[in-house]
């Protein structure tokens, strides 16, 4: 039997629509606030985008460019 690989990508609407939402208010709260700039909570990747500590989880994303 061979090892088979997928690559799911979900939207951010369909990502945001499956969190609890004690998980939706902790990430809108991380938006609307300054601790996202706090390099412990927040670091940036090498390809522009940036990881945010959520709880036990790491929110994935990046801002939008000056074009839209």
């Known amino acids: ?3 088979t690989k997928f690559d799911i990508s ?3 609407a369909a990502q945001l629509g499956s969190l ?3 998980e939706k208010s902790a990430l809108q709260r991380l938006f609307a606030s ?3 700039e706090d390099p412990v909570t ?3 990747t ?3 985008r940036f990881v945010s500590r959520l709880g ?3 929110v994935l994303w ?3 460019s000056a074009d839209g």
């Open 1 to 3: 039997m061979s090892a």
């Open 20 to 22: 609890a939402s004690a």
């Open 34 to 36: 300054g601790e996202i």
């Open 56 to 58: 036990s989880k790491l």
């Open 10 to 12: 979900y939207s951010a």
């Open 42 to 44: 927040t670091r940036p």
């Open 46 to 48: 090498d390809d522009g």
């Open 62 to 64: 990046r801002r939008l």
